[in-house]
Nanobody
Framework: QVQLSESGGGLVQPGDSLRLSCVAS????????VGWFRQAPGKAREFVAA????????EYQDSVKGRFTVSRDNTKNTAFLQMDSLKLEDTAVYYC?????????????????WGQGALVTVSS
């Protein structure tokens, strides 16, 4: 089973950009859709974005459309979440997840694998 590890979190100011990476172990990464989720303090985990196994299909939560971009490089077993124009309300622990079906990720179903999370703090 694929294992995931996020990196790239940190402390930024409103309006700044940050890129998260999700590196997968195992030879089957290219067969998985990858989703990004976040959990803010005191709130439930929510869907942020997802990308299909071949990168052809992407989905976004309305609040991040136009600001966040999900991508992947299957040759490097890595998915990315580029976050631009960050807002205070984007502060959260961000998780990547992998599943065979992108629609399952979008719907919030239990994925095949979760990463450990990366903290993103947006503060002035």
């Amino acid at each position: 089973q694929v294992q995931l590890s996020e990196s790239g979190g940190g402390l930024v100011q409103p309006g700044d950009s940050l890129r998260l990476s999700c590196v997968a172990s195992g030879p089957t990464f290219s067969s998985y859709a990858v989703g990004w989720f976040r959990q803010a303090p005191g709130k439930a985990r929510e869907f942020v974005a997802a990308i299909s196994w071949d990168g052809e299909t992407t989905e976004y939560q309305d609040s991040v459309k136009g600001r966040f971009t999900v991508s992947r490089d299957n040759t490097k077993n890595t998915a990315f979440l580029q976050m631009d124009s960050l807002k205070l309300e984007d502060t959260a622990v961000y998780y990547c997840a992998a599943d065979g079906r992108i629609l399952k990720l979008v719907a919030g179903g239990a994925p095949d694998a979760w990463g450990q999370g990366a903290l993103v703090t947006v503060s002035s």
